[in-house]
């Protein structure tokens, strides 16, 4: 805690009015200027909001973990997600966040991972067989449904496979609606024929969840979260009142299947233009797997696979910004961050930065040795965030990613298309901005 300070650490001084909000139409691209301008802290203002955007892994190291007790979530993160995901596990805060923590971590657990792998492969298997030689597929339409039926069977326990292009339809109109600049200038409630899509797609998105909910019920013995959720010994004798069930399972839903699903569309992207990286990892999983499908037990021999999904995810972080603010005043370095500022730490930033990784826009998965690894700074890696709000789905994440992987390059080569045009926007998670059209052969 400190007293209040009037310097304020550099920054772009913005646009009059609504402060950077313009510059931050491109907010990777400022993100990136910012450090490369002011340094380790920079200030700037974004409409009525003080942002403080830290760079240096041990400042940020500072405040998700060692610090951690000293912040919440942000009011930002909470007003784009609330209408979606209420106060679900990723959006409470205090002893509301430490309970539902608490009760479903053990649904995360190593053994219970493993359990979800067959359903896994089985998911994948189906998707993928449906591809055939010659076909244009687009990948990430392709990845979301995957990652979405995978989310909805092995950890929801429900097959809405029916349901799945309407589902992507309605979070697409969900995060196109939250990035733009009228989201934020505009109250909720106002009828314009935006807010109008909005709120039909989350009608959309909560029936399939009131769905889930329905069907779980009327069959509580899986193994799945929402059985666990709704079975009263596994929560303390206190049945969980609905709509905190409901906010849990949008949360899944939604936090389940849309970073993996970035993560391996920028992965597949990042093959097809690297051949040789693409050759290393089929002679990988030619070596370990031998045409078999992908396995717990074998997951562990699969370290170059590994090494690709890590460097991709280096790249391209499907959250690229992680947000949180002080509970009251605090202390970092030589300025003071008030209450209710918002506290802005990009992994998008952080880990292209030369001085932790050398020829850093380059994708070389051979960098990550394990002494490459031990002489990081703690946090100059942190895809999954880090200390107590660390994500709760990495492992079932790296699991799903290292599958689909092991899947797809074992029987199939991908070719971009001329017609396609790569760049990437910052939508809730790194996505990227136009289609990524592939054409599909089989090896
Ligand atoms: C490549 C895939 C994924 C990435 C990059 C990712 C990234 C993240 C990050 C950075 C956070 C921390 C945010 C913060 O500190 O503010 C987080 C939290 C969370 N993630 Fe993930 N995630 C992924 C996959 C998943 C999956 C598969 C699930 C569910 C099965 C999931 C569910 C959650 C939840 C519920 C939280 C909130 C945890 C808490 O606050 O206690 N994520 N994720």
Redesign the pocket.
Known sequence: MGTTSKVAPPGPSGWPVIGSALESRNPLTFFLENRREYGDIVYYEFLDESIYQLNHPDDIEWV?VENNQAFT?SHL?KDVLGPIVGE???T?DGDS?RE??RR?QPA?HPDQIAVYGDLMVDAIERRLSAWGPGDRIEVNEEMRALTLDI?ARA?LGVNIESEIEQIGHDLDIIFGRLDSLWYHLLPEGIPTPGNHRFNRALSSLESVVDGIIAERRADPDGDDVVSRLLDPEYTDGEPMNPQQLRDEVM??LV???E??A??LTFTCHLLATHPDVEARLVEELEDKLGGDAPSVAKMRDLTYTGRVIREA?RLY???SD???EPIDTVELRKYDIPQGATISMP?WVVHRDPRWYDDPDAFQPERWTDDFRSSLPRLAY?????????????R???M??TFVLASLYQDYHLDVRPETTFAVEYEVATRPKHPIWMTVTHR
Do not use: D, N
């Open positions: 998700l979530k993160t679900g596990l990723f409470s966040w539902q923590r479903i995360f989310v950890l949360t899944f936090a389940g299947h970073t993996t970035q993560a995810m972080p499907p959250v992680v947000h949180r992994p942190f895809p999954f965030g880090a200390g107590p709000r660390r994500c709760v789905g990495e079932f994440a790296l799903e990613a």
